[in-house]
């Protein structure tokens, strides 16, 4: 079988993938962002293109419609809402997922046709502060940093970035780099202990927000030891001494980092040549997360530390196509090519290479004010493509709401059934990964074909072409008569070579001639040149600028502050990764981790669930007792939505609270109430069937065998089977019973022909159970004594909680091997095989290493 090469629709890194249409996945070992790695997601791409829960035809109201019904009607409803309000009166809602040929459609289609430029994507939540960082500091939104810088350097700064989970195959590239010349030295700066605090040297748990204070004391530190380059500074940088000056009056303590902590981190700094500093959404996601990345910035600047290989600020971008939607102008504040909307030189420049009938004259609507604005009855036509927002945004609940609120509401996307979905007028199917063509930038400027390898399922289109199916019938035909992928890339290439008078750093003239069906990976603006190694910015005068940024005052607070972020396995909505049953294995539940003080003085024990709650929202999860995070800090995962949990989407915590600058939401740190949630009981299922994700608190997951569910209660019901019938489609079973003298403990069964369909296990405390025992008995016809034991037998020990998602292997597993001798990651390998396929489970065996360690004493 021929593979395809294309490349991971996940993160930012941008591995390149060699699929085949049977679900073959490997990594591509000539795809220079990889060289042939792919993590737990990757690797499990192949179990996730299966049609189950797949939107493939148009739906109006809930009901199957044709295309072109479908198109005229958003035609209509479009054209009617500009006709009657005026341009501003609808908005697309899009996202870094999509290719950058339906980004750059959607563009053209809202700025130079409709008029306004009311489209903001999710970019806004993700990578907004780096971006207005960037264009503050170097007058465009440049990323100079390459991988192999990270590979170069001999200081690495993580700055609000779990790596290890989020960009987990670069992070194995530091790994490697860092094994093969170990004085290179790793800084995590995060309030919280990750999977990426392993491979670190120092672990600064700096206060949530405290990053500018840090900075700025470094900025300081820099300038009184006489650290900085004057002569890099006087030829190329603007805005030094302000910068210092400002950094000077904060108080580096206000980071809550202690002076003996400052001291190592600045000493380091101060004294390494080649310094890159990676950050992300502990850096973007905050309230002064513009300010935190020109911090950054400025110690880099005043340096010299940039443009250099092995130096430089490194923001890492989120998503597959973060980098592409940028050069194509995708969001509400920006226009084509890194051109700005604000200029009405740029602005006449885009409109005459479209020929277009108008131009947005002015900035649109970022998503929050967006959904604002939805919520107040200004938006008449609202087309979501790509993006989840009724999960995603603060306020998730105010902005379903919002949502509810719009005339009109159009969704695209590749599944039946999702949150924002689930809101929908219209309904649009569109392809997804492995059956469309296009191209995708990742972190480092690299753009990689994505290539069809499935056929293109039940009636399913392209984002692009829909785009243009409702664009033609609006009367734009002529400009949206794109016959494929590669005649839009053609497109944007020429924009690109029609504006270069305007100087910008977008040079995408590589393309100019490339074999788009044969395109390989490749950097602009050329291979192998070095963004400002000769000293040149984009700002008029060519200099760079240093910002003076101050820090936030320290907020005070009764309640905890929450924080956000991602698990190792899940992406976003789960809307793709949850279709894995080795993903979900590896964190089934929502969670909230918690300090051990704080759980105890609100007598939470092991098991139980926590109630979070604000004036937006409460939510219900699991608490993970640890001392991962710092006392009266909480993290929760931001995957859970309501297709799969009955309380566990976390964004109805979240403020709606920005940055001033950037609009980007403060998803880190929002203020939160936290107290044991007083469960009467508690239980757990196994299913063939689908699972209901309905009741006080609930949480269903793909298995292997089918599903499995975590429930738990308010008030004891009175008829067992009933509840657990109404969770599980189990009609026409027969059950068997196992219940103890006074009924709290019960176990129920479901047969059908003597095949196991359905398990239900409650208890009026947390059930304690061998659930991967228990899943793999679903589809069987072991007797129900046996499987109401809820005990595996000695000859089958239960695996426990996935660990190594490759391989399917589980921590009492792994804890077996540790007590039998196995001492490092790699002996944790031979013995189970753990850690061997992808790596992205090696900070997990690291930490469980640590944890069963026997103490020296005992020995
Ligand atoms: N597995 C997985 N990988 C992903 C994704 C996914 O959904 N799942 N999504 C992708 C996307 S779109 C993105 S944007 C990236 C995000 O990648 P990351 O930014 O690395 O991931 P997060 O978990 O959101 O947040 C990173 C860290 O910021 C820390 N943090 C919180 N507040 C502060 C603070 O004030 N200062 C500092 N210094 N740190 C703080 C958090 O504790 C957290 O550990 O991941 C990408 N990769
Ligand atoms: N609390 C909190 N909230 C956060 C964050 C956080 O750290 N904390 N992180 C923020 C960040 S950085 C991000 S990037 C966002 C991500 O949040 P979202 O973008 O809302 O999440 P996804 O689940 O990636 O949504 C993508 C949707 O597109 C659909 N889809 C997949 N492929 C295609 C396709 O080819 N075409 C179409 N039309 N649809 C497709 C999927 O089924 C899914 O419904 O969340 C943000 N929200
Ligand atoms: S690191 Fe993992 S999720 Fe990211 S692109 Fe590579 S394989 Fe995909
Ligand atoms: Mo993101």
Same mark, same amino acid.
């Given at each position: 079988?021929?593979?395809?090469?294309?490349?991971?629709?996940?993160?930012?890194?941008?591995?390149?993938?060699?699929?085949?249409?049977?679900?073959?996945?490997?990594?591509?070992?000539?795809?220079?962002?990889?060289?042939?790695?792919?993590?737990?997601?990757?690797?499990?791409?192949?179990?996730?293109?299966?049609?189950?829960?797949?939107?493939?035809?148009?739906?109006?109201?809930?009901?199957?419609?044709?295309?072109?019904?479908?198109?005229?009607?958003?035609?209509?409803?479009?054209?009617?809402?500009?006709?009657?309000?005026?341009?501003?009166?609808?908005?697309?809602?899009?996202?870094?997922?999509?290719?950058?040929?339906?980004?750059?459609?959607?563009?053209?289609?809202?700025?130079?046709?409709?008029?306004?430029?009311?489209?903001?994507?999710?970019?806004?939540?993700?990578?907004?502060?780096?971006?207005?960082?960037?264009?503050?500091?170097?007058?465009?939104?440049?990323?100079?940093?390459?991988?192999?810088?990270?590979?170069?350097?001999?200081?690495?700064?993580?700055?609000?970035?779990?790596?290890?989970?989020?960009?987990?195959?670069?992070?194995?590239?530091?790994?490697?780099?860092?094994?093969?010349?170990?004085?290179?030295?790793?800084?995590?700066?995060?309030?919280?202990?990750?999977?990426?605090?392993? @491979?670190? #040297?120092?672990?600064?748990?700096?206060?949530?927000?405290?990053?500018? /204070?840090? !900075?700025? %004391? &470094?900025? $300081?530190?820099?300038?009184?030891?006489?650290?900085?380059?004057?002569?890099?500074?006087?030829?190329?940088?603007?805005?030094?001494?302000?910068?210092?000056?400002?950094?000077? @009056?904060? #108080?580096?303590?206000?980071?809550?980092?202690?002076?003996?902590?400052? /001291?190592? !981190?600045? %000493? &380091?700094? $101060?004294?390494?040549?080649?310094?890159?500093?990676?950050?992300?959404?502990?850096?973007?996601?905050?309230?002064?997360?513009?300010?935190?990345?020109?911090?950054?910035?400025?110690?880099?600047?005043?340096?010299?530390?940039?443009?250099?290989?092995?130096?430089?600020?490194?923001?890492?971008?989120?998503?597959?196509?973060?980098?592409?939607?940028?050069?194509?102008?995708?969001?509400?504040?920006?226009?084509?090519?890194?051109?700005?909307?604000?200029?009405?030189?740029?602005?006449?420049?885009?409109?005459?290479?479209?020929?277009?009938?108008?131009?947005?004259?002015?900035?649109?609507?970022?998503?929050?004010?967006?959904?604002?604005?939805?919520?107040?009855?200004?938006?008449?036509?609202?087309?979501?493509?790509?993006?989840?927002?009724?999960?995603?945004?603060?306020?998730?609940?105010?902005?379903?709401?919002?949502?509810?609120?719009?005339?009109?509401?159009?969704?695209?996307?590749?599944?039946?059934?999702?949150?924002?979905?689930?809101?929908?007028?219209?309904?649009?199917?569109?392809?997804?990964?492995?059956?469309?063509?296009?191209?995708?930038?990742?972190?480092?400027?690299?753009?990689?074909?994505?290539?069809?390898?499935?056929?293109?399922?039940?009636?399913?289109?392209?984002?692009?072409?829909?785009?243009?199916?409702?664009?033609?019938?609006?009367?734009?035909?002529?400009?949206?008569?794109?016959?494929?992928?590669?005649?839009?890339?053609?497109?944007?290439?020429?924009?690109?070579?029609?504006?270069?008078?305007?100087?910008?750093?977008?040079?995408?003239?590589?393309?100019?001639?490339?074999?788009?069906?044969?395109?390989?990976?490749?950097?602009?603006?050329?291979?192998?040149?070095?963004?400002?190694?000769?000293?040149?910015?984009?700002?008029?005068?060519?200099?760079?600028?240093?910002?003076?940024?101050?820090?936030?005052?320290?907020?005070?607070?009764?309640?905890?502050?929450?924080?956000?972020?991602?698990?190792?396995?899940?992406?976003?909505?789960?809307?793709?990764?949850?279709?894995?049953?080795?993903?979900?294995?590896?964190?089934?539940?929502?969670?909230?981790?918690?300090?051990?003080?704080?759980?105890?003085?609100?007598?939470?024990?092991?098991?139980?669930?926590?109630?979070?709650?604000?004036?937006?929202?409460?939510?219900?999860?699991?608490?993970?007792?640890?001392?991962?995070?710092?006392?009266?800090?909480?993290?929760?995962?931001?995957?859970?939505?309501?297709?799969?949990?009955?309380?566990?989407?976390?964004?109805?915590?979240?403020?709606?609270?920005?940055?001033?600058?950037?609009?980007?939401?403060?998803?880190?740190?929002?203020?939160?109430?936290?107290?044991?949630?007083?469960?009467?009981?508690?239980?757990?299922?196994?299913?063939?069937?689908?699972?209901?994700?309905?009741?006080?608190?609930?949480?269903?997951?793909?298995?292997?065998?089918?599903?499995?569910?975590?429930?738990?209660?308010?008030?004891?019901?009175?008829?067992?089977?009933?509840?657990?019938?109404?969770?599980?489609?189990?009609?026409?079973?027969?059950?068997?019973?196992?219940?103890?003298?006074?009924?709290?403990?019960?176990?129920?069964?479901?047969?059908?022909?003597?095949?196991?369909?359905?398990?239900?296990?409650?208890?009026?405390?947390?059930?304690?159970?061998?659930?991967?025992?228990?899943?793999?008995?679903?589809?069987?016809?072991?007797?129900?004594?046996?499987?109401?034991?809820?005990?595996?037998?000695?000859?089958?020990?239960?695996?426990?909680?996935?660990?190594?998602?490759?391989?399917?292997?589980?921590?009492?597993?792994?804890?077996?091997?540790?007590?039998?001798?196995?001492?490092?990651?790699?002996?944790?390998?031979?013995?189970?095989?753990?850690?061997?396929?992808?790596?992205?489970?090696?900070?997990?065996?690291?930490?469980?290493?640590?944890?069963?360690?026997?103490?020296?004493?005992?020995?």
């Amino acid at each position: 079988m021929t593979l395809t090469k294309t490349v991971c629709p996940y993160c930012g890194v941008g591995c390149g993938v060699l699929a085949g249409p049977d679900g073959t996945i490997k990594g591509d070992p000539e795809h220079p962002a990889n060289y042939g790695r792919l993590c737990s997601k990757g690797s499990a791409l192949g179990e996730t293109i299966g049609l189950e829960g797949r939107l493939l035809r148009p739906q109006i109201a809930g009901k199957d419609a044709g295309w072109d019904e479908a198109l005229d009607l958003m035609a209509e409803k479009f054209s009617a809402a500009i006709r009657e309000h005026g341009p501003d009166s609808v908005a697309i809602y899009a996202s870094g997922q999509m290719l950058t040929e339906d980004y750059y459609v959607a563009n053209k289609f809202m700025k130079g046709y409709v008029g306004a430029a009311n489209i903001d994507t999710n970019s806004r939540l993700c990578m907004a502060s780096s971006v207005v960082g960037h264009k503050r500091a170097f007058g465009t939104d440049t990323v100079p940093g390459t991988y192999e810088d990270l590979e170069d350097a001999d200081l690495i700064v993580l700055v609000g970035s779990n790596l290890a989970w989020c960009h987990p195959v670069l992070h194995q590239r530091i790994a490697a780099a860092k094994e093969a010349r170990p004085t290179m030295k790793i800084v995590n700066i995060d309030p919280r202990k990750t999977a990426t605090t392993a @491979l670190a #040297d120092l672990h600064l748990r700096v206060a949530p927000d405290g990053d500018v /204070a840090l !900075f700025n %004391g &470094l900025l $300081a530190h820099l300038a009184d030891t006489n650290a900085l380059d004057a002569g890099f500074i006087d030829r190329h940088v603007n805005g030094h001494q302000a910068a210092v000056t400002q950094a000077r @009056l904060d #108080d580096p303590e206000e980071s809550g980092l202690a002076k003996d902590e400052l /001291a190592e !981190f600045y %000493g &380091l700094w $101060a004294g390494t040549e080649k310094v890159v500093t990676v950050y992300s959404q502990g850096v973007n996601q905050s309230s002064c997360g513009t300010d935190k990345v020109n911090a950054i910035i400025n110690c880099h600047l005043a340096t010299g530390r940039i443009g250099i290989p092995g130096m430089g600020p490194f923001s890492v971008t989120g998503q597959p196509n973060a980098m592409g939607g940028r050069e194509v102008g995708g969001m509400a504040n920006m226009l084509a090519n890194h051109l700005d909307i604000e200029n009405a030189d740029h602005r006449a420049g885009v409109q005459a290479f479209w020929n277009s009938p108008t131009i947005a004259p002015h900035a649109g609507l970022k998503a929050v004010d967006l959904f604002d604005a939805c919520a107040a009855g200004k938006i008449k036509a609202l087309w979501v493509i790509s993006t989840n927002p009724a999960v995603s945004l603060p306020d998730a609940d105010g902005v379903a709401n919002a949502i509810k609120n719009v005339p009109f509401v159009a969704v695209s996307d590749i599944n039946a059934r999702t949150d924002t979905g689930d809101l929908a007028d219209v309904l649009l199917p569109a392809t997804g990964w492995g059956e469309k063509d296009g191209s995708v930038t990742n972190s480092e400027r690299r753009v990689s074909r994505q290539r069809a390898f499935l056929p293109t399922p039940g009636e399913a289109r392209p984002d692009w072409q829909i785009i243009c199916g409702v664009a033609t019938r609006m009367g734009w035909g002529d400009a949206f008569a794109f016959g494929s992928p590669s005649e839009v890339f053609a497109e944007y290439i020429a924009l690109s070579a029609a504006t270069e008078n305007f100087e910008r750093d977008l040079d995408l003239s590589i393309f100019a001639d490339v074999d788009y069906a044969d395109l390989i990976p490749t950097q602009w603006p050329q291979n192998g040149r070095r963004f400002f190694a000769d000293g040149k910015f984009y700002h008029a005068d060519g200099k760079a600028k240093m910002l003076p940024v101050c820090a936030p005052e320290p907020k005070e607070r009764d309640a905890f502050t929450l924080n956000t972020g991602r698990n190792r396995d899940q992406w976003h909505t789960m809307s793709r990764s949850g279709k894995a049953p080795r993903l979900g294995a590896h964190l089934a539940e929502p969670y909230a981790e918690i300090h051990p003080d704080d759980a105890a003085a609100l007598a939470i024990t092991s098991g139980d669930l926590i109630k979070l709650s604000n004036g937006f929202g409460a939510s219900v999860v699991r608490a993970l007792i640890t001392d991962r995070t710092a006392k009266r800090q909480i993290f929760t995962p931001m995957h859970w939505t309501r297709q799969q949990s009955s309380a566990g989407w976390i964004n109805n915590l979240a403020a709606p609270i920005s940055d001033p600058f950037s609009g980007q939401p403060a998803s880190k740190n929002n203020a939160v109430d936290a107290a044991k949630f007083d469960a009467k009981w508690y239980g757990f299922a196994a299913s063939a069937a689908e699972l209901n994700p309905k009741g006080d608190y609930a949480a269903v997951a793909r298995s292997l065998s089918g599903w499995q569910g975590e429930y738990a209660g308010l008030t004891v019901p009175n008829d067992w089977e009933d509840l657990a019938r109404g969770l599980m489609d189990v009609d026409g079973a027969t059950v068997s019973e196992a219940r103890d003298a006074d009924g709290r403990y019960t176990r129920l069964a479901f047969y059908k022909d003597e095949t196991l369909v359905g398990m239900f296990f409650a208890s009026p405390t947390p059930v304690t159970l061998a659930r991967t025992h228990a899943v793999s008995l679903i589809g069987t016809a072991t007797p129900p004594l046996q499987a109401l034991a809820g005990r595996s037998g000695a000859d089958q020990p239960d695996p426990g909680a996935t660990v190594c998602a490759c391989l399917n292997v589980g921590i009492n597993t792994l804890r077996t091997a540790i007590a039998e001798g196995a001492n490092s990651v790699e002996a944790l390998g031979e013995a189970t095989c753990a850690g061997t396929n992808c790596g992205s489970c090696k900070p997990e065996l690291e930490s469980l290493l640590a944890q069963c360690a026997v103490p020296m004493a005992a020995e």
